[in-house]
């Protein structure tokens, strides 16, 4: 397997007002990184079409690691913003 991308349709938070349901992509992985340019810009673009197309979607919503360089520099190549970041903590 070269790349996989998992997608959900949500509805969109109200601070967002987009206008209609949310295509969110969570998970979504292409072998070794490189190929985020191609493989990774096809499954992102395979998915927005069919969330568009059969589910009405207004936006997509992709979740990204901040150190994952490659892929946020494709989905900024492609008009993606960032509209949040998480900060986590481990709880003991």
Sequence with gaps: MDGFIIANIIAAPPVYEPGGPTCMVDDYWVRGGERWETIGQAL?????????????????LVVCGHQDTAKRTMLRAQG???ASEWYVKGLQ
């Design 44 to 60: 992102l673009d395979a998915v927005c079409v069919r969330a568009r197309s059969e589910f009405g979607a207004a936006q997509v």
């Design 80 to 82: 993606l913003e960032i």
